[in-house]
């Protein structure tokens, strides 16, 4: 029943997941890691990071990576129209009927005041990830490359996907490094 459970866990992440990509994730860690636990903290962590290095949507990605892990390619390919085919469908039957009322009170009120509940997911799921970095690299190398990302993305306005590769490649060093 994997074939089963990768389209219930996909299609419920991405089809609550307002928003998009950012608000589908904490849904889909849920998914993947707490409840079929198909993939641990840090190799979610990794797909995240890896799907971030990527073109594309991070949704797809992250299904994709699961899906085909889970069940090969026929679960790359269930997993991929779990997570497409909702947004797809909601698109076509919704935007017709959110444009007629997009100055509507109620609309407005709907789509600024779901916000906070994203941003919440967010801030869990980065303190997920936080927490595993933590037990992983250390507090102070956290800090350190924490420190020296937002540095390069927020001061010097490096794109994130060079960031996450320069990390990349620095995690590959470090650890090569203390396995020798």
Request: with cysteine.
């Amino acid at each position: 029943m994997d074939w089963l459970d990768l389209i219930i866990g996909f299609f419920l992440a991405n089809i609550l997941g307002y928003g998009g990509g950012p608000a589908s994730i904490p849904l889909m860690y849920h998914e993947v890691v707490d409840r079929y636990h198909w993939s641990t903290d840090a190799e979610f962590s990794n797909i995240l990071a890896l799907g971030n290095a990527l073109p594309g949507p991070i949704a797809t990605k992250i299904a994709a990576f699961v899906g085909y892990d889970v069940y090969g390619i026929p679960g790359m390919a269930i997993a991929l129209a779990a997570t497409i085919v909702p947004s797809a469908v909601a698109l076509i039957f919704l935007l017709k009927l959110l444009q007629k009322h997009r100055q509507s009170p109620i609309v407005k009120g709907m789509t600024l005041l779901v916000q906070p509940v994203v941003a919440i997911m967010m801030l869990l799921l980065t303190w997920q990830m936080a927490s595993t970095a933590v037990q992983s690299a250390g507090l102070w190398q956290t800090l350190a490359i924490a420190a020296v990302a937002y540095w390069a993305m927020e001061r010097k306005k490096i794109h994130p996907a060079i960031v996450i590769c320069v990390a990349f490649a620095y995690g590959g060093i470090v650890l090569s490094q203390t396995m020798a």
